[in-house]
């Protein structure tokens, strides 16, 4: 048990430049293997607000200077995972200028009554709204641990 508070005191402690690149490469991983549909990039938003919120716990920061931090941090985490979704999937775009057999044949599920329509609500929920939700479960995540951390000291 001792090892394993070792080697996570060691990940709180790493410097700010580290840390980034180290989520910017767990998010590709992420990316990688959800095959392209971030759910997984989503999930990891937990586990994103738990290390942020933690790590800045331990420099006694206070509860305001905590919020802030996470807010700007979980913008960042959004943005990076939009870049990655806008790597993937934004060339696709130039599909809604070709016919639409060639969307149907492009293997994105028809949601929707035509296959155009499927591939813009596609497009909006993977490279919009996919990043919003990872934003979203990161302040959730970091408010949780907020909670348990700052919580237990008021009866």
């Known amino acids: 048990m001792k090892i394993i508070e070792s080697q996570i005191s060691k990940i709180h402690k790493l410097s ?21 549909v971030p759910i997984i990039n989503i999930l990891f938003g937990f586990l994103v607000g738990w290390y942020l919120v933690k790590r800045l716990s331990l420099k006694k920061h ?13 913008c960042i985490t959004a943005c990076v995972t939009f870049v990655g979704m806008m790597l993937i999937w934004g060339w696709s775009v130039t599909l809604l200028r070709d016919s639409d057999t060639e969307i149907v044949n492009f293997g994105t599920p028809l949601i929707l009554y035509s296959p155009r329509a499927s591939l813009i609500g596609w497009l909006i929920l993977m490279i919009v709204i996919s990043p919003v939700l990872q934003f979203l ?3 959730f ?3 949780l641990t907020l ?3 700052y919580g237990r ?3």
């Open 16 to 36: 700010s430049k580290r840390a980034f690149l180290l989520f910017v490469i767990l998010d590709i991983v992420c990316m990688g293997l959800g095959m392209g």
């Open 62 to 74: 206070e509860m305001k200077d905590i919020l802030h931090r996470l807010l700007i941090d979980s």
């Open 137 to 139: 479960t990161t302040i």
């Open 141 to 143: 995540a970091g408010n």
């Open 147 to 149: 909670l348990s951390i």
């Open 153 to 155: 000291d008021k009866p």
